[in-house]
């Protein structure tokens, strides 16, 4: 079975920008300190915007590979940022240096751990759109 490597990079973004935005969520708001909105806007907001631009690319109603590695660089730098504050935050909830299992900073450690994966796979899709690889068929 075939497959398109821009669907499975585009699901991938789906996929562990979710799992990142669900870890962040699932900590409360007690303990969103500075720059958890800036994170969190970055995984919703890029999160739709990758939604919207496959199915809108899938439909055959928009598709243009300039702004697809525009947008992909754009979403990397986000994400980078995002990471960044999410481990400056997962530092400051790393208050029990002393035992295991911290929730507040295992989650806070996760999210900017998917994250990073995202912000990864958004620059592996910017180069391989860019190089005109994206629309490739995987072989079999």
Same mark, same amino acid.
């Given at each position: 079975?075939?497959?398109?490597?821009?669907?499975?990079?585009?699901?991938?973004?789906?996929?562990?920008?979710?799992?990142?935005?669900?870890?962040?969520?699932?900590?409360?708001?007690?303990?969103?300190?500075?720059?958890?909105?800036?994170?969190?806007?970055?995984?919703?907001?890029?999160?739709?915007?990758?939604?919207?631009?496959?199915?809108?690319?899938?439909?055959? %109603?928009?598709?243009?590979?300039?702004?697809?590695?525009?947008?992909?660089?754009?979403?990397?730098?986000?994400? %980078?940022?995002?990471? %960044?504050?999410?481990?400056?935050?997962?530092?400051?909830?790393?208050?029990?240096?002393?035992?295991?299992?911290? @929730?507040? $900073?295992?989650?806070?450690?996760?999210?900017?751990? $998917?994250?990073?994966?995202?912000?990864?796979?958004?620059?592996?899709?910017?180069?391989?759109?860019?190089?005109?690889?994206?629309?490739? %068929?995987? @072989?079999?």
């Amino acid at each position: 079975m075939a497959a398109d490597m821009n669907l499975i990079l585009k699901v991938l973004e789906l996929v562990f920008g979710l799992v990142a935005w669900a870890l962040l969520a699932s900590v409360h708001g007690f303990w969103a300190w500075g720059g958890q909105h800036w994170v969190m806007f970055v995984l919703v907001t890029c999160w739709v915007v990758t939604l919207l631009l496959l199915i809108l690319s899938k439909a055959g %109603i928009f598709s243009n590979d300039t702004v697809d590695v525009i947008y992909a660089v754009i979403a990397a730098l986000c994400y %980078i940022t995002a990471a %960044i504050v999410q481990c400056v935050n997962a530092d400051r909830n790393n208050w029990g240096h002393h035992y295991w299992g911290n @929730p507040v $900073f295992d989650r806070h450690a996760a999210s900017a751990a $998917f994250a990073v994966f995202t912000c990864i796979l958004y620059i592996v899709d910017a180069v391989m759109t860019f190089k005109g690889k994206g629309k490739q %068929i995987l @072989p079999k």
